[in-house]
């Protein structure tokens, strides 16, 4: 039977080799930008209610430490359908077709939507799109972090698993954000964060790596947030690495006579 090329090409490093060569995105990286195509699935895998969402093409625009816009366009006409942009906690959202602009902040869970027609454009954050893209290092920076590494192998390739845990307590250590490293090509393949209860919060797959200026980035990215009831999909064509963007490229250009609508956090039940 034969062995797939990557088993066979697996690399041995040691943890501070691994981590090095994964954050080599932190030290190199201060912008990105690409044209874009996004599949959205909205709903509980649990609830059998799925909704998918029409593919649509795009750009996005990415600055470190929190600057991003995205642009989705009817794939026919070429105009703007829904744009976002994401600064910090804030972000907004521009819908031309309804003349409405959403300002919200990415920290809340859930949102009030009562008497919104189309909630899916509140699903995803912009900020978990930022990091799925774009994700912080894996060093610990806090006091009581660690790093646990063990090794795991599939049919397809060898990985180190790099774990990022938190004391909390004199005996127990919580998971914050665990990272499969394939080792043909020493690059992430797939991040997981979590809760601090220690539930899977999110879960980001990336394919199609290619390098860009010395740099491995996917060309194809999977967001899943269990919690939050999205999945999203990304396809890039192409990764221009440290453009020039200034603060007013990630301004959204709403008319003045749109209407300005304030998300507001879903009060959640006492039960």
Known sequence: MPVSPKLAAARTASLAE???????????????????????????????????YRSATGYILLRRPDRLLMNIQNPLTRTTILELSSAGDQFEIWSPRDNKAYLGRN?????DLEGQSDAAGFA?????????????????KEP????????????AAKY?????????????????RRIWVERSQMAVVKEETFTDSGQVDGIVSYGDLAD???VRLPLSIRL?????????????????????????????????AAERIVLKEKARSSH
């Open 18 to 52: 691994v981590l090095d060569m994964v954050t080599v995105a932190d030290r190199k990286i201060r912008s990105l930008s690409s044209s874009v195509k996004v599949s959205l699935t909205v709903g509980h895998e649990d609830s059998g209610k799925l909704q998918e």
């Open 224 to 256: 899943e947030r269990p919690l939050d009831g999205y999945r999203l999909d990304m396809q890039f064509k192409s990764w221009r690495i440290n453009p020039e963007l200034p603060d007013e490229a990630f301004v959204l250009k709403i008319p003045p």
């Open 107 to 111: 920290s809340v869970r859930e949102f």
């Open 124 to 140: 995803a954050r912009p900020s978990q799109i930022l990091e799925a893209i774009l994700p912080p290092g894996i060093q610990p």
């Open 160 to 176: 180190y698993v790099m774990t990022l845990l938190r004391e909390a307590g004199d005996r127990e250590a919580k998971p914050v």
């Open 212 to 214: 860009f200026e010395g």
């Open 144 to 155: 009581g972090e660690r790093i646990m590494r063990t090794e795991e192998q599939d049919a």
